[in-house]
């Protein structure tokens, strides 16, 4: 027999707790698949930037308005050019010369500062782009300066994109106050029509100009030779700080750079291409006022010339141009008006004189008018004896001129009337 286990019979065993496996960690998040557009878009951006950041190069090392550098600029387009400088210096002595100056210039440091201080550097593309500027590629040049601008430098709160409308005002530095008052009215008088004013802040006619922009509430713009945050002349910093503040001062020389000589015949060009026309106010027969007139004429847009004195040599270089055929008489700003709006709008009715009493007669009625005496009465023959009419002719016409007051009539025959004699 087996042996019996005092306790009795072993209890079955308990069964063991699963133990918990571990939580799974998280999934990473999956990063959003850009699409297409966001793509082209991102693309599209750094090659603004890229294109922006080369032409502010460009703007910093070439000269305003030098033709070849800027043509090339144009055709292959900044950063393509600015690798031309760095690679192939010696293809043309500009060329060298820019180059040059690579090494010496801090374009991203210039675009930094000059933000800082309100000045924007606008390039073609740009929403605020002057598409105006855009037919100096087909105006050739004057004097080795021309086409188009590789940026802009913009100081102000007015945008270029509304200056299609515009009108350049420009003429002489010494203008006379003749010249003055001309230049601030025709500004005032267009201005107050809805067109801005472009001019270049310089002494006589430009200041002038904008005087009389402001004085209508009309938006003005000064295009200088130099860096848009200098003063030149030093004399109308007031107004070039009320412009900077208020409407816009515009420079394609960047800032900082001094006013050559050179540079205000590059400047000329963008002042005549950014309106629909120009009027030359004032100009002598060597003025740089001219000189932007020929930019005009190059462009095709409307030039404009006032008259002046016959003795005044301030006025000899625009009376030359209008006889010449190269401007279109004004004299004043709805002259303008009339010839830069659209077909039958802004007209400017014909002057003519004070209507007289005798002007609403026929020629034969006039005719025997000037034969009535006026103190002494004549008789009907004598009157047509005198007139060449025959005498039942005069004699009708006569009662007729008496019904208006251009004759009377006593016993002794007739004579002139109130109406007669007033304008006789």
Known sequence: MSAVDPLGPAAPAAPTAPVPAPPAPPAPPV???PTRAAVAAATVTAD???????RATISLVVEPGDVRCLALTRE???VAFLDVLREHPELRAEFAAAAGRLATVEPERVLEQSARRGIRFVVPGDEEWPTSLDDLAGAGSLQERGDVPVGLWVRGPLRLDRLAASVAVVG??????YGDQVAADLAAVVGA?????????????????HRGALSAGAPTVAVLACGADRAYPAAHRPLLAHLAENHAVVSEAPPGSAPFQIR?????????ALGRGTVVVEAALRSGALHTASWAERLHRVVMGTPGPLTSAASEGVHQLLRGGGAVLVTGGADVLELLGPAGEDLVPVRRGPERPRDRLTVRARQL?????VAVPAPTSSIALVAGLP????EQLLQGMRQDGFVERSPAGWRLGPQGIERR
Do not use: C, K, M, W
């Open 31 to 33: 990063a959003p698949v």
């Open 48 to 54: 603004a930037d890229a294109e922006r950041l080369a």
């Open 76 to 78: 292959l387009g900044g």
């Open 172 to 177: 002489a530095r010494s203008s006379t106050s």
């Open 193 to 209: 029509h809805g067109r801005p004013i472009v001019s270049g802040a310089a002494f006589g006619v430009d200041y002038a100009a």
């Open 264 to 272: 205000f015949l590059a400047r000329n060009r963008i002042i005549a």
């Open 369 to 373: 008018l000037d034969a009535v005496p």
């Open 391 to 394: 005498p039942q002719e005069v």
